[in-house]
């Protein structure tokens, strides 16, 4: 069964630094989001992705955060400045149709435990 | 987007069934509704949707009655591995997917 994969599974870094987080969606999947969950609380919507450009994003995608489609196959996040409150986790997923329609189901990636220092 | 509002907790034992109840009084008329599941250190995964009325597949029913001001998910004769966190969500095609706090369910010998 085709499932998402991201990579690293777990990412230490020190506070200022830049981080990239990497996803592989489902291969025939036209749209991608990233989620984060910070420890023990409910997951939140960064941004969603479609035809090489961002489709929606929330509040807490600022400008330290940036996406990108850098080939056929992955999907990433930037974080350029990274802050110990970005501590979390980090789900990627993708879908074929847009959220919330008939066919509206995301695949979660496993996630990336980012820990800023 | 469609304010959805769940028990944060619920306890149940094995082999019952257990249900789970979700608000959404502003639910717009084409929002779908949604449910996840969330295990520990793991992303969400789908678990069903529905419009109106009922709708089941093998893991799970959700009841949508007329007024589509709520929906229940109906888990059947839980087991230890259903414990986990469930998330009701409500959108559009157009929207993306705003997570709650959801239900923690913890399934008990």
């Known amino acids: 069964e085709p499932e998402v994969t991201q990579t690293p599974s777990h990412q230490v870094t020190q506070m200022g630094q830049e981080v990239i987080l990497r996803c592989v969606p489902i291969s025939n999947h036209l749209y991608f989001y990233w989620y984060r969950q910070i420890l023990g609380q409910k997951v939140e919507f960064l941004v969603s992705?479609?035809?090489?450009?961002?489709?929606?994003k929330s509040e807490i995608f600022d400008d330290q955060f940036s996406v990108e489609r850098p080939d056929g196959s992955n999907f990433t996040l930037k974080i350029r400045s990274t802050k110990l409150e970005d501590s979390a986790m980090y789900f990627c997923?993708?879908?074929?149709?847009?959220?919330?329609?008939?066919?509206?189901?995301?695949?979660f990636g496993p996630g990336t435990r980012l820990t800023v220092l | 987007l469609a304010k959805t509002t769940q028990p944060i907790s619920m306890d149940s034992y094995e082999g019952q069934e257990v249900n789970i109840t979700c608000s959404h009084n502003n639910i717009a008329t084409n929002d779908y509704i949604t449910w996840y599941q969330q295990f520990p250190s793991q992303g969400p995964r789908f678990i069903i949707q529905?419009?109106?009325t009922k709708v089941t597949n093998e893991v799970a029913s959700l009841f949508i009655p007329a007024d589509r001001k709520s929906s229940t998910l109906s888990l059947p004769r839980v087991s230890l591995s259903d414990t986990a966190v469930y998330y009701c969500?409500?959108?559009?095609?157009?929207?993306?997917?705003?997570f709650g706090a959801g239900t923690r369910l913890t399934v008990k010998p």
């Open positions: 969500l409500v959108g559009d095609r157009n929207n993306d997917m705003r």
């Open positions: 529905g419009y109106k």
């Open positions: 992705f479609y035809n090489n450009e961002i489709s929606e």
């Open positions: 997923a993708s879908s074929e149709a847009p959220s919330g329609g008939f066919y509206n189901e995301q695949f």
